[in-house]
């Protein structure tokens, strides 16, 4: 039996099916994000045939934010219409941050989107995307929705370069 207390989890937490790897995902996320750490894990005993010694239930954080996990088998993968938005102060969290999700199998997207080699979906982007969308100018927010538009991982300068119209 797993107890979960009030002082672990906040009232709303990502709970994720993996497919029989939750602990090997788990530990490939918390090396790439800082302040990121497994808070609790807890494996299937003999009680249901098959699962013996896989996680049940997992909670980790994820750069303050906290996660639950559990291998469930093949039955609910992951898709588009869930993923996780990540906000980058500049391109070279931009850089590392792709290049360490759609390494070993994850897949690039357009728009910042990615597949990571687990199957979730993740948007690496900077917060000058933000910045420059808001422009009261049309114009130049157009420009730049175009120039994100033909990436697939977002780059600064281009999209800087897009908003001066150069």
């Not at 995902?25 to 918390?30: C, P």
């Not at 996990?69 to 938005?85: C, E, I, M």
């Not at 917060?127 to 600064?156: F, S, T």
């Amino acid at each position: 039996m797993v107890h979960i207390t009030k002082d672990v989890m906040k009232k709303i937490t990502p709970f994720l099916w993996f497919n029989n790897n939750a602990e090997e995902a788990i530990a490939f996320y918390t090396s790439i994000f800082e302040n990121s750490k497994l808070n609790s894990i807890a494996h299937y005993g003999d009680d249901i045939p098959g699962m013996k010694g896989k996680v049940i239930n997992a909670q980790f954080t994820l750069d303050g934010q906290d996660f639950m996990a559990l291998d469930g088998g093949p039955n609910h993968p992951f898709s588009d219409a869930t993923s996780f938005f990540v906000s980058c102060q500049d391109q070279a969290e931009v850089d590392k941050l792709w290049g360490k999700l759609t390494a070993d199998g994850g897949e690039e997207g357009p728009c910042g989107w990615l597949k990571d080699k687990y199957g979730l979906s993740w948007q690496i982007i900077p917060v000058q995307l933000n910045e420059l969308m808001q422009d009261k100018d049309p114009q130049k927010v157009g420009r730049v929705v175009q120039a994100m538009l033909k990436m697939n991982k977002i780059i600064v300068k281009d999209l800087q370069d897009a908003y001066d119209n150069k």
